[in-house]
């Protein structure tokens, strides 16, 4: 599974930006996908996730109310609408893909979880 990422770039604080990430193969839909996020020196860090099985969505608490994560089946694409934007929320934005079949919720939020990851996009906010 091949994952493409765009719609970074460079905001205020306080603004928008929306992600996508486009996904190759054909049961897309099955696929539960993920958003995390690499700031300079840290560790890969959790932002949302959304089942494939009924697209149920579930964030990390510092994006909860601020970010909105959504999937376009048809499309093979998910979505991160990002509002509210902080200078916190600088980092590269990576999208995953977990393909291997049915997995226990509370796993989702760990990026071993996940076997395809895209190239990232860059956020930056600025204050």
């Known amino acids: 599974v091949q994952l493409q990422a765009s719609g970074g770039g460079v905001v205020q604080a306080g603004g928008s930006l929306r992600l996508s990430c486009v996904a190759s193969?054909?049961?897309?839909?099955?696929?539960?996908m993920a958003w995390f996020l690499q700031a300079p020196g840290k560790e890969r860090e959790y932002v949302a996730n959304?089942?494939?099985?009924?697209?149920?969505?579930y964030y990390a608490d510092s994006v909860k109310g601020r970010f909105t994560m959504s999937r376009d089946n048809a499309k093979n694409t998910v979505y991160l609408q990002m509002s509210s934007l902080k200078p916190e929320d600088t980092a590269v934005y990576y999208c995953?893909?977990?393909?291997?079949?049915?997995?226990?919720?509370?796993?989702?939020?760990?990026?071993?979880?996940?076997?395809?990851w895209g190239q990232g996009t860059q956020v930056t906010v600025s204050s």
């Open positions: 193969g054909r049961t897309f839909r099955q696929y539960d």
């Open positions: 995953a893909a977990h393909t291997g079949g049915r997995t226990i919720t509370s796993t989702m939020r760990n990026p071993s979880v996940y076997e395809n």
């Open positions: 959304i089942r494939g099985r009924d697209s149920r969505v």
